[in-house]
């Protein structure tokens, strides 16, 4: 049974900590800018995520929610970011991080996400 996360928002800076395993040592991977990832790369499972300027990227637009490319995962090996989409792409991670893929051509993928506001509220 996976644990009930940890938020912790800091109104002064905009930031939201996600923690799922609080305490645990792990490797970080900027997602992009304002996402860190935090993870168990031996057992491919998610520590936390940290949140910069997050009422930005939970801003609505007129066409719907914001989406930001997971620039990041181009500075990563191969290897890692396999481990880091599939972490990012299942629970506990996924209900906060929504990935898509973008194509600009047949050739060329890029990820993309958007960040669900979370229901639980944070302390």
Do not use: C, W
């Not at 900027?30 to 031996?42: A, H, M, S, V």
């Not at 940290?50 to 801003?59: C, E, Y």
């Amino acid at each position: 049974m996976e644990k009930k996360p940890i938020l912790t928002y800091d109104e002064e800076g905009d930031i939201l900590y996600v923690s799922f395993h609080p305490g645990e040592k792990g490797t970080g991977v900027e997602l992009n800018d304002d996402i860190l990832l935090r993870f168990n790369r031996q057992e491919a499972k998610a520590l936390s995520l940290t949140f910069f300027n997050f009422s930005v990227l939970v801003q609505m637009t007129e066409m719907g929610p914001r989406s930001f490319p997971l620039t990041g995962l181009a500075d990563i090996s191969d290897e890692l970011r396999e481990i880091v989409l599939r972490i990012i792409t299942t629970s506990p991670v996924n209900r906060y991080l929504k990935v898509f893929a973008y194509t600009p051509s047949p050739a060329e993928t890029i990820p993309i996400t958007l960040v669900e506001r979370p229901l639980a509220q944070a302390t």
